[in-house]
Nanobody
Framework: QVQLVESGGGLVQAGGSLRLSCAAS????????MGWFRQAPGKERESVIR????????YVAASVKGRFTISKDNAKSTVYLQMNNLKPEDTAVYYC????????????????WGQGTQVTVSS
């Protein structure tokens, strides 16, 4: 089992920045690829950005490219989502997730999920 706990969400004005953290406990963190997802009210959960177990970023959604980045600190068992130049359309609950699979592009590929943290961007 892997437990994931997100933190760092909140209310920010458009153009501002936030850094989300996702702390993992349980099994060896370095064995997992990690992803950040988000879900806005009335919408499906979508993949935002993904990083493999070797800390190589493998996917960035077009809507956040150039503004968001992900990093993985195996020593701290933590993955981060740095969000810059935030826009109102970034408002959502953000989830981190862990995958033990080699291919981890689908929501179904993720074994463990955090509880989510709310990000609200005001205009």
């Amino acid at each position: 089992q892997v437990q994931l706990v997100e933190s760092g969400g909140g209310l920010v004005q458009a153009g501002g920045s936030l850094r989300l953290s996702c702390a993992a406990s349980g099994r060896t963190f370095s064995n997992y690829a990690m992803g950040w997802f988000r879900q806005a009210p009335g919408k499906e959960r979508e993949s935002v950005i993904r990083i493999n177990r070797n800390s190589i970023i493998t996917y960035v959604a077009a809507s956040v490219k150039g503004r968001f980045t992900i990093s993985k600190d195996n020593a701290k068992s933590t993955v981060y989502l740095q969000m810059n130049n935030l826009k109102p359309e970034d408002t959502a609950v953000y989830y981190c997730a862990a995958s033990s699979r080699v291919v981890f592009g689908s929501i179904r590929d993720y074994d463990y999920w955090g509880q989510g943290t709310q990000v609200t961007v005001s205009s």
